[in-house]
């Protein structure tokens, strides 16, 4: 039997869904309508209809911060699973120092976005910066990196000497998104080896001890156990990297020169920021944030189907 | 094997975990060197000092060398301020000396960058965002969590999903039409704008009704026929009963709170209302070749999270952890 009342209920629930109804409903069904129409802060705007969006379509900078975006998502993601997943199945073994491996770990993800960017910022400085010393250790010459907006396959290919005549989204990253990619990735590995952690200490014993008996490796073990075990974990970890993948704003804000060199920084949540703030285009920025909307929610139903299919 | 097998795993763990730590490490060496020694472009971890000093009289003046021959010298003597004193003046060689200070720790960049930009106020008002927030969200969580939890009542379950699905949507998507929303609000550039937002949060609520849920049922029904209030049976049963839930609840909440940016970077310009990480960037901008104080101001900007963390990183991880596993 559970308490039955009429008005009490609403009561309770009231304070959190005013809230909720004022700054989250509302605002999202604002930002539906604003993309309709020609908005700067100053008075009312001015409805205008579909053509935020087809200035949108025509607008070669909104492609080139998607180009970005996919980059940064594609390297990012799988990246960011395949340390974790590999940490995370280290740390299940040992013995000693276990937690303090996981606060060594955990900390950047702890630590806030804004001190660890100006940070990393002078570690990829051309001159004083860690990275081109540490590269320097093992042979390789100093690298632009935030400077350098060249991508980073043409880097490579100009380098073993191959001609290279893509177009320039085949290019790659530029070097400088890549070393936002590799603080990115830096920044949120503990998080998601902590997931992987926890789902790994779920598996039962019994599936590695019967394969044992069977004499089956260490690493058949990892691929016919522990991976297709794991993959609720994974797709958890895929699903929330990959969304918070594509709205990296303050490392753009802070390593780079408003997305420079060349705008290959840019990624599209800070060309939102830029459209919106900088240059007070709020209906346009709001058409560019709900087709990020739209992308964002289509790729986490598609994850969410592929789960479906793959889940044991 | 077995040996070899472990020793493997520690030592890609310990490289690994260098590279997470590292960043870290230099952040606080170089927040320690002097300007000078950083601009020399080597990467140090111990910071030193190397400078010449003129020994004469008895009485030790910190010098820029400008040429040194077998016989004499030109140098410019320094002031306390390490500004030029004397412009030039001619020594006998003999009576300069290289001192090489090892390591030489500038603490006073902490107390530099601190008083350069008003952190102090920064720090205060982070504070006050913070844990009026914290409060808020405890409010609307701990009753609407209890609603959903232990109540019956018409359009419940629409309520919630309501609530879920604006959980799916990221920040950035709301946050111009909600810059729109503040304006009309006239809440722009005001605390409110910083707090009010964040008085709810969807994924606290959804934490405290999966534990209010599990709550048994024979509780409630005791408390009942005791005479027990429903407010009563939330204040003097569920909360008593919820501490170590609500404890990761607030730490999540301050945490977020501590590191959010881009919301309070969009919503406050005047300069007295700034909190700390949007301070920070301020002063990243600011400040761009002084690298040293930059990097103090980092460190200590991070401090007191990571003081949290130290404390209670058991726990906090464990929290963290339990986010990723389904019910």
């Known amino acids: 039997m559970k308490t039955k009342w009429k008005i009490s209920p609403y009561l309770y629930l009231l304070p959190a869904l005013v809230i909720v109804i004022a700054f989250r409903l509302i605002p999202i069904v604002m930002s539906f309508i604003l993309s309709f129409y020609e908005w700067s802060i100053q008075g009312t705007g001015k409805f205008i209809g579909l053509a935020n969006y087809a200035a949108m379509i025509k607008d070669p900078v909104f492609w080139q911060s998607m180009g970005n975006t996919f980059w940064l998502v594609i390297i990012q993601v799988p990246a960011s699973i395949v340390f974790s997943l590999l940490f995370a199945v280290l740390l299940n073994k040992i013995k000693y120092f276990k937690s303090l491996f996981r606060i060594v770990y955990f900390m950047p993800f702890v630590t806030s976005l804004v001190a660890v960017s100006i940070v990393w910022k002078l570690i990829f400085a051309e001159q004083t910066g860690l990275m081109n010393t540490f590269l320097g250790y093992v042979g390789i010459s100093p690298q632009g990196w935030l400077s350098e907006s060249r991508g980073i396959f043409l880097m490579i290919f100009q380098d073993l000497g191959i001609k290279f005549d893509l177009p320039r989204f085949f290019h790659g990253p530029s070097q400088a998104l890549f070393g936002i990619i590799i603080m990115t990735v830096w920044k949120g590995l503990g998080y998601n080896t902590i997931i992987y952690l926890a789902g790994l200490q779920n598996i039962s014993k019994v599936y590695y001890e019967a394969a044992e008996i069977d004499g089956a490796g260490k690493s058949r073990q990892f691929w016919n156990i522990t991976l297709p075990l794991i993959s609720p974990t994974t797709f958890y970890v895929l699903i929330m990297t990959t969304i918070v993948s594509f709205q990296t704003f303050a490392q753009i804000y802070l390593m780079t020169d408003k997305g420079g060199p060349l705008n290959t920084t840019k990624l599209i949540v800070y060309y939102i920021y830029e459209k919106g703030f900088d240059l007070l285009e ?9 087709t990020l909307f739209i992308l964002i929610l289509a790729l986490t139903i598609f994850q969410r189907r592929m789960e479906k299919h793959v889940n044991y | 094997m077995n040996n070899l097998r472990s020793t493997i795993t520690y030592l890609v763990l310990t490289i690994f975990g260098l590279t997470m730590i590292v960043p870290f490490i230099w952040m606080l060496t170089t927040a320690l060197t002097t300007q000078a020694e950083f601009n020399k472009q080597e990467t140090l971890f111990i910071p030193k000092e190397e400078y010449h000093v003129w020994n004469h009289d008895g009485q030790k003046d910190r010098i820029l060398l400008v040429m040194e021959k077998d016989q004499d010298s030109v140098i410019h003597v320094l002031d306390e301020k390490l500004n030029i004193a004397v412009e030039y003046k001619q020594v006998p060689s003999s009576e300069i000396e290289l001192v090489r200070k090892k390591p030489s720790l500038h603490w006073d960049n902490f107390s530099k960058a601190f008083k350069k930009v008003p952190f102090g106020l920064y720090f205060y008002n982070t504070l006050y965002v913070s844990f009026l927030s914290l409060f808020g969200v405890l409010i609307t969580s701990l009753l609407s969590a209890y609603a959903f939890a232990r109540m019956e009542f018409k359009g419940r379950d629409l309520f919630f999903y309501l609530f879920l699905s604006m959980m799916m949507v990221p920040q950035p998507i709301y946050m111009i039409s909600s810059y729109v929303l503040l304006d009309k609000l006239n809440w722009l550039d005001t605390y409110n704008a910083l707090i009010i937002p964040w008085t709810a949060n969807i994924f606290t609520i959804f934490l405290f009704r999966q534990h209010f849920k599990a709550l048994p049922q024979e509780l409630f029904d005791a408390a009942s026929i005791d005479g027990c209030s429903i407010f009563g049976m939330l204040w003097r049963i569920v909360i008593p009963l919820s501490k170590p839930i609500i404890a990761t609840a607030s730490i999540f909440s301050l945490i977020s709170s501590w590191n959010s940016f881009m919301w309070p970077l969009v919503m406050i310009n005047r300069p007295e209302l700034r909190v700390l990480q949007v301070g920070l960037s301020y002063f990243n901008q600011e400040a761009s070749t002084q690298t040293t104080l930059l990097m103090a101001a980092s460190t200590f900007s991070i401090v007191p999270i990571l003081i949290l963390f130290f404390f209670a990183q058991k726990q906090i991880i464990a929290s963290y952890a339990k986010t990723g596993l389904k019910d």
């Open chain 1, 282 to 290: 709020m209906g346009y920025a709001s058409a560019i944030a709900l």
